[in-house]
């Protein structure tokens, strides 16, 4: 079966960095749509920065030129990279990833088939 397995996560102060990985079973993941969503129990999981197989990578306004979303192909990973976090980036990480999704909403869970167990992000103030 398909597993996806998120690292990375940890406490951070304010100002600084962290990049999180997720590795998966599946091959080739330039074929995929995969992304990082975040998520604040017992709240929904929100989008926060997405990789389709074809196009521009999009973020959410909240992170838009912090993060960086990236595909490493020899690791067969999907990474992203966190600058100058914030109290509010506080959250568990997702990473989600299928075959396909509506490119009109790629910014819904839903869409994604596949997903790991997360990786706690603290950002202390």
């Known amino acids: 079966q398909v597993k996806l397995e998120e690292s990375g996560g940890r406490s951070v102060q304010s100002g600084g960095s962290l990049r999180l990985s997720c590795a998966t079973s599946q091959h080739f993941i330039n074929n995929l749509c995969m992304g990082w969503y975040r998520e604040v129990p017992p709240f929904a999981r929100e989008g926060v920065a997405l990789?389709?197989?074809?196009?521009?990578?999009t973020y959410s306004d909240s992170v838009k030129g912090r993060f960086t979303i990236s595909r490493d192909n020899a690791r067969n990973t999907l990474d992203l990279q966190m600058n100058s976090l914030k109290p509010e980036d506080t959250a568990i990480y997702y990473c989600?990833?299928?075959?396909?999704?509506?490119?009109?909403?790629?910014?819904?869970?839903?869409?994604?088939?596949?997903w790991g167990q997360g990786t706690q992000v603290s950002v202390s103030s």
């Open positions: 989600a990833s299928s075959e396909s999704v509506d490119s009109t909403r790629r910014f819904v869970p839903s869409e994604y088939k596949y």
């Open positions: 990789a389709p197989r074809l196009g521009l990578n």
